[in-house]
């Protein structure tokens, strides 16, 4: 791919996506779309990107975002910020809190929020209270697998013993390889696709934790600091932000305060 071309797609995928693909991703970037022509039966990539500018559908941009997207999650990454979670929800309940509204903003292929939904299961009575998690993401490929709630025997591997039994994920009835997520835990997740980069969002909140890991690295700050903003109007008072381990709110003004690495709580000014 020459370094023309590949600038035309950075600007395009900026503009759409809001991810910044550095230089030293051209091989990145070629495979992938070079995928996309194949698919299309487009023949080379000037005629594609027309191809993009004249789709008055957008559906083939929904195509090439599923393409560049990397969806690298497994269940309980980053385990802390699940322990923590299960310690704050305890603490709203026996305040006597009986709402509760997660936001998983990134979910690629379902893993996080329905490792939320396992914890939010062994912490609460969920039958007794008023729980709903949003996931959501930007690429329609890992929703559609997320909403089946079926992965790999492998997958289970970063999954807690104590989590390991029938009331989260069962065996796939005709395929030892797989298992599925048990349905009690799935009923409380609810998938819609969302391009994090174009706030306003559709959803009015307020949200008592959002987790949004391990995607702001794929953002400039400008994004950035659009994204935390909304954040900041759809979290409540006193609740909380969770980033990924390598990702921090330096240099962004906001109501969110560190408690801990990577756990901002959103505070009155």
């Given amino acids: 791919m020459e370094q023309r071309v590949f600038q035309e797609f950075q600007k395009l995928i900026y503009a759409k996506s809001g991810i910044v693909l550095r230089e ?6 070629a495979a992938r779309v070079s995928r996309r022509l194949r698919e299309t039966g487009i ?3 000037k005629q594609y990107l027309q191809f993009l500018e004249s789709d008055l559908t957008g559906d083939e941009l929904v195509h090439l975002l599923d393409a560049i997207s990397t969806n690298v999650t497994h269940f309980f990454r980053e385990e802390d910020h699940f322990v923590f979670l299960e310690k704050i929800l305890d603490n709203w309940h026996a305040a006597g809190q009986r709402k509760f509204r997660i936001w998983s903003a990134a979910s ?3 893993e996080e929020p329905y490792t939320i939904g396992m914890v939010c299961s062994k912490a609460l009575n969920v039958q007794l209270v008023d729980l709903k998690i949003l996931a959501t993401d930007i690429s329609t490929k890992v929703l559609g697998r997320a909403v ?3 992965y790999s025997a492998d ?10 039994n029938g009331r989260y994920f069962n065996s796939c009835k005709d395929d030892p390889s797989c298992f599925e997520i048990a349905d009690s835990v799935k009923k409380l997740v609810s998938f819609a696709r969302l391009n ?3 706030p306003p969002f559709p959803m009015q909140g307020p949200f008592d934790i959002i987790f949004c890991r391990n ?3 794929y953002f400039d700050h400008e994004v950035r600091a659009r994204l935390i903003r909304e954040f900041e109007k759809l979290i409540r008072s006193g609740g909380f932000l969770i980033t990924g381990h390598s990702e921090s709110l330096n240099g962004i003004n906001s109501n969110f305060v560190a408690i801990s690495p990577s756990v901002y709580q959103k ?3």
């Fill in 24 to 29: 030293g991703k051209e091989s990145l970037v």
């Fill in 43 to 45: 023949e080379n990539y």
């Fill in 108 to 110: 690629s292929s379902g």
């Fill in 148 to 150: 089946q709630g079926v």
């Fill in 155 to 164: 997958a289970a591997k970063t999954i807690p013993r104590i989590f390991q």
């Fill in 196 to 198: 994090l980069s174009s």
């Fill in 215 to 217: 995607v702001m690295i």
């Fill in 267 to 269: 505070v009155a000014r």
